[in-house]
């Protein structure tokens, strides 16, 4: 019988308090990278993006209420997961920043 980890079935809002989570569930900080969509938690689960990592905590901004204002934060592994769940307003902030005009054009424009 295989062992289903929780990163795996994770759809929706996670319920188990880091405390309480499975150590063969917590991915290490390190996996992760900037732009990476997750669940941090703080005061409950609340939706962030990665924007960086090392061995020992990630680097996260992340959306501290229901309103539209983000916080930043560094987190250790087991306060963090993967998030499935799209957050309109963290996940397409990257996009703003592709999309950009530079405003030296040089000879090639």
Request: glycine content about 6%.
């Amino acid at each position: 019988m295989s062992k289903t980890h929780l990163s795996d079935t994770m759809a929706s809002t996670p319920t188990v308090t880091p405390p309480h989570r499975d150590p063969a569930d917590v991915a290490p900080s390190e996996s992760y990278r900037p732009a990476d969509p997750v669940w941090v938690y703080r005061d409950g689960w609340r939706a962030g993006i990665i924007e960086a990592s090392s061995p020992r905590a990630v680097t996260v901004t992340y959306r501290p209420d229901s309103h539209r204002g983000t916080g930043v934060d560094t987190f250790t592994a087991p306060y963090v997961t993967s998030r499935f769940d799209n957050d309109p307003t963290l996940d397409h902030r990257g996009l703003r920043l592709v999309r950009r005009t530079p405003m030296n054009r040089g000879p090639l424009s």
